[in-house]
């Protein structure tokens, strides 16, 4: 069970919106710890998406995007593509746990 | 650009101990943290603790009676130890480099280390 609860999976048609979602508590996101993101694509290392909450490091497109309120925080994709299918991790920090925690991973998959 | 690489056994024997070392190039390992992240099989992600290059640590409450982070910045390397091991240590383990304390970027490759006799 992660400290950071988020959706098993997601789908959605090429070119289409999803969201996936990063719900924490009062000891880590509510708390006010940044949230991170990560895209793992089969077989490959994670790499990162979207720092403290909504900056996109160069090179990652503009569909990404990420937002954060209160014990929760999201990652928005547009315009779906082939290549977008894989797992997206969040990761914060919790004070409670004294430790860096990830999310359990959300596996979106382009139909 | 920096990047990261594991390196260590793929095998370790359960109760034994597991080894790694992660080796950085295209940038100096000062002044920055340098982290371990597992992740089993077909599962999620697990932070295993950080290193900053002067020598201070910090492990994850679950796993630090077993770990060990090192660094040597002579060779531009750091190390993790994690002793003991059972087969719920079989994953594969991730270097790569904490930023401001808060985000992992670049990851190294990724190395799977299986615990079998």
């Known amino acids: 069970q992660s400290v950071l609860t988020q959706p098993p999976s997601v789908s959605g048609a090429p070119g289409q919106r999803v969201t996936i979602s990063c719900t924490g508590s009062?000891?880590?996101?509510?708390?006010?710890?940044?949230v991170h993101w990560y895209q793992q694509l089969p077989g490959i290392a994670p790499k990162l998406l979207i720092y403290?909450?909504?900056n996109r490091p160069s090179g990652v497109p503009d569909r990404f995007s990420g937002s954060k309120s209160g014990t929760s925080a999201s990652l928005a994709i547009t315009g779906l593509r082939a290549e977008d299918e894989g797992d997206y991790y969040c990761q914060s920090y919790d004070s409670s746990l004294s430790s860096v925690v990830f999310g359990g991973g959300t596996k979106l998959t382009v139909l | 650009q920096v990047q990261l690489q594991e390196s260590g056994p793929g095998l370790v024997k359960p109760s034994e101990t597991l080894s790694l070392t992660c080796t950085v190039s295209g940038g100096s390992i000062r002044s920055y943290y340098w982290s371990w992240i597992r992740q089993p099989p077909g599962k999620g992600l697990e932070w295993i603790g950080y290193?900053?290059?002067?020598?201070?640590?910090n492990y994850n409450p679950s796993l630090n009676s077993r770990v060990t982070i090192s660094v040597d910045t002579s060779r531009n390397q750091f190390s993790l130890k994690l002793s003991s091991v059972t087969a719920a240590d079989t994953a594969v383990y991730y270097c790569a480099r904490r930023v401001g304390l808060k985000w992992f970027d670049p990851w190294g490759q990724g190395t799977l280390v299986t615990v079998s006799s």
């Open positions: 290193i900053y290059y002067s020598g201070s640590t």
């Open positions: 009062s000891s880590n996101i509510g708390a006010g710890f940044d």
């Open positions: 403290d909450n909504i």
